[in-house]
């Protein structure tokens, strides 16, 4: 049963930044396709960003490109998010995902999931 271990929530005032991260155990980043998700309360979970399966490549939501950054450390085994510029509205519970296979931007499609840490932008 693969686990995470999430960290770098917090609470922070618009336009600060933070860094979460992410490091999985019982297994490599290569063999799987990662990526970020979040779930404001009381709303459905959604897409925040992703690598292709081999980290090849980077997709975004729109509401986050162009401020969020994902990516990954294979020497570390671990992958990030870095959220620059944050808005009121990026206040979620942000979770770390992991799919065998393909990338996929649907968060239903993957398999392994962390914990969860609580990200809250206010002034």
């Known amino acids: 049963q693969a686990q995470f271990e999430e960290s770098g929530g917090g609470q922070v005032q618009p336009g600060e930044s933070l860094r979460l991260t992410c490091t999985p155990s019982g297994f490599g980043l290569g063999r799987y396709a990662v990526g970020w998700f979040r779930q404001p309360q009381g709303k459905e979970r959604e897409f925040v960003a992703r690598f292709s399966r081999y980290g090849a490549n980077t997709y975004y939501a729109d509401s986050v490109k162009g401020r969020f950054t994902i990516s990954r450390d294979n020497a570390k085994n671990t992958w990030y998010l870095q959220m620059n510029s944050l808005k009121p509205e990026d206040t979620a519970v942000y979770y770390c995902?992991?799919?065998?296979?393909?990338?996929?931007?649907?968060?239903?499609?993957?398999?392994?999931w962390g914990q969860g840490t609580h990200v809250t932008v206010s002034s």
């Open positions: 995902a992991a799919k065998m296979g393909g990338g996929s931007s649907s968060y239903v499609d993957y398999d392994y």
